[in-house]
């Protein structure tokens, strides 16, 4: 929120992070633009102009009011996707970061430590500094959806660095806006999932080669589990220079293909567990430690998860000290709470407090983006094309519902719950050594996060 004398300033937050500041007139112009573009029939009503000064009552109902809109905005396919919505977004973002536009030089690092450096503009969007690096690589054009670009910080205090690889970009909220997405694509950034897709990458030299490096990455770090036996089998396979073999066999071991995130905090099974979260097979792993010391683990698969949502506050700076927060002593919190089908007739809200609770809503939303295109006989070859040109568009149904300012409210829009299937059996934490089942695919729905907030009296 920003505030002069005579203006006001609103904050575009996506996922709880924020995007930019604009001001009525601003919004005002893009509406008009719309409704010239697409006719007055398509475009959502917009808060009309005061004459007089506003109220504090009624600044808060024009906020909602414009959060409304460019919600209806972004969830309609048409004007959602449109180049004059998403160019106003994206221009915003660099008046409000203050960005000039010049060409620079980024190194992106492969997985094997190699980097390959490419010339950019700093207006340049994600899909533009990926497109460049597939070039530089000789990466064929229909594989390039396959891979995508994270921001990696090495350790607590590193630096960060861009690299390339297989499954999904992440962009912290201080990121540079040349590795910005569009915000309101944000949740179709995955590539996926089913490591069955494995087998397209490795036809081509390059993707082979990217896809081995990850896998051989991801081993070292501990994020693929290995015992003594296997790892003899991989150590062989490597010495001779088989690839595909390597990673056929990296692909039968316990955490492939999944995204491990920093301990964080958790209200299940009780308030204040610390837990790893690990996000793959469709679903959230959870390695939880217990008031007891006692280390438990188990699983939430995303086809039972009915929601979810994420959600963003200030808290005080842990000081010893309760007074309200001010610019200098507060630090912002996110949390992602998602609604979990438990038992047959038994829904419950699970929470985890974490800095990448965006990253593991995008997690989800990709999850469920594979899913759907699966389950209605489409190709994901197609979905990736589709991701890396522009947004896939879901059915109305599948829509991403963005939350409201007050989370907690209900949602009168919302349809009753589904009922889910009755063969799904009941989820409980268990010892480590325990495998996971339930793979039924169920008609939920899943939203993400979008808020919009701001104080003014006028309408400048």
């Given at each position: 929120m920003a505030r002069t004398a005579n203006s006001v300033a609103y904050?575009?937050?996506?996922?709880?992070?924020?995007?930019?500041?604009?001001r009525y007139s601003q919004?005002?112009?893009?509406?008009e633009q719309i409704k010239k573009e697409y006719g007055s029939n398509v475009v959502p009503a917009f808060p009309p102009k005061k004459i007089f000064t506003l109220t504090p009552a009624e600044v808060e109902q024009r906020r909602e009011q414009l959060?409304?809109?460019?919600q209806a905005v972004r969830q309609?396919?048409?004007?959602?996707?449109s180049e004059m919505f998403n160019s106003f977004l994206r221009k915003a973002q660099q008046e409000t970061q203050q960005i000039p536009t010049e060409e620079v030089a980024l190194d992106i690092c492969l997985s094997n430590g190699q980097k390959v450096t490419v010339n950019i503009l700093t207006s340049d969007q994600t899909e533009d500094v990926l497109d460049a690096v597939a070039t530089k690589l000789d990466l064929p054009d229909d594989l390039v959806g396959y891979f995508s670009l994270f921001l990696v910080r090495e350790g607590v205090d590193g630096g960060l660095t861009c690299s390339l690889l297989r499954s999904l970009v992440f962009n912290l909220p201080n990121a540079p806006p040349l590795l910005t997405p569009n915000p309101f694509q944000a949740e179709n950034c995955a590539s996926y999932w089913d490591m069955a897709y494995d087998a397209d990458v490795m036809d081509n030299r390059v993707g082979l080669n990217l896809l081995y490096a990850q896998t051989v990455s991801d081993i070292e770090r501990g994020w693929i589990l290995v015992n003594k036996d296997q790892h003899r089998q991989l150590k062989s396979l490597q010495e001779k220079g088989s690839k595909k073999e390597f990673i056929h066999l990296g692909q039968t071991l316990k955490y492939y293909g999944y995204i491990k995130f920093d301990p964080c905090i958790t209200d299940f099974p009780e308030k204040g567990c610390q837990v790893i979260v690990s996000a793959g097979n469709n679903e959230l792993n959870f390695h939880v430690k217990l008031?007891?010391?006692?280390m438990k683990e188990g699983s939430f698969k995303v086809t039972r998860m009915r929601c979810w949502r994420v959600t963003s506050s200030q808290v005080p700076i842990a000081n010893g000290t309760t007074n309200p927060c001010s610019s200098s002593k507060c630090e912002v919190k996110l949390e992602?709470?998602?609604e979990y089908l438990m038992s047959k007739d038994r829904l419950q809200w699970v929470t985890i407090t974490s800095q990448q609770a965006i990253m593991m809503s995008i997690c989800l939303q990709s999850m469920v983006d594979e899913l759907m295109v699966k389950k209605s006989g489409g190709s994901i070859k197609k979905m990736l094309r589709k991701r890396h040109n522009g947004s896939i568009h879901r059915p109305d149904s599948q829509?991403?519902?963005?939350?409201p300012p007050l989370l907690d409210s209900p949602d009168p829009n919302r349809e009753q719950i589904v009922k889910l299937s009755t063969k799904l059996s009941s989820v409980s934490l268990r010892g480590i050594s325990?495998?996971?089942s339930a793979n039924d695919i169920s008609g939920n729905d899943f939203h993400g996060n979008y808020a919009f907030e701001g104080i003014g009296d006028d309408d400048l």
């Open positions: 904050n575009i937050h996506v996922n709880g992070v924020l995007h930019c500041r604009v919004l005002l112009g893009l509406h959060e409304k809109y460019m309609d396919p048409l004007l959602g996707a008031p007891n010391e006692q992602l709470a998602f829509q991403a519902v963005k939350s325990a495998s996971n």
